[in-house]
């Protein structure tokens, strides 16, 4: 039962490193905008340029910083926990 809580705080750890760096990753597109022929996805890439403007490139970002912390958070909720149990030690 031990070995379930810290595999479960491994996983909200990871989940919450990788929300902060999407999270990054949107203000440096917020505050640095990239062109639109520049993208992974070039198709969802033009929809948020139409939508939002130049600046909605970070969309994506934010989207995938706001799925990491949702699924950090419904993790850390579902696993089984003592009283005393903390999320970073």
Do not use: E
């Amino acid at each position: 039962m031990r070995s379930g809580f810290h595999a479960f705080r491994w996983i909200v750890r990871i989940l919450i490193l990788s929300g902060i760096a999407f999270g990054v990753d949107a203000i440096s597109k917020v505050l640095n905008p990239l062109p639109p022929t520049i993208g992974l996805f070039r198709g969802i890439t033009d929809i948020a340029i139409t939508i939002f403007g130049p600046r909605g490139v970070a969309i994506m970002s934010f989207i995938s910083a706001f799925a990491c912390f949702y699924l950090a958070r419904s993790f850390w909720r579902s696993a089984a926990q003592k009283p005393t149990d903390r999320l970073w030690w």
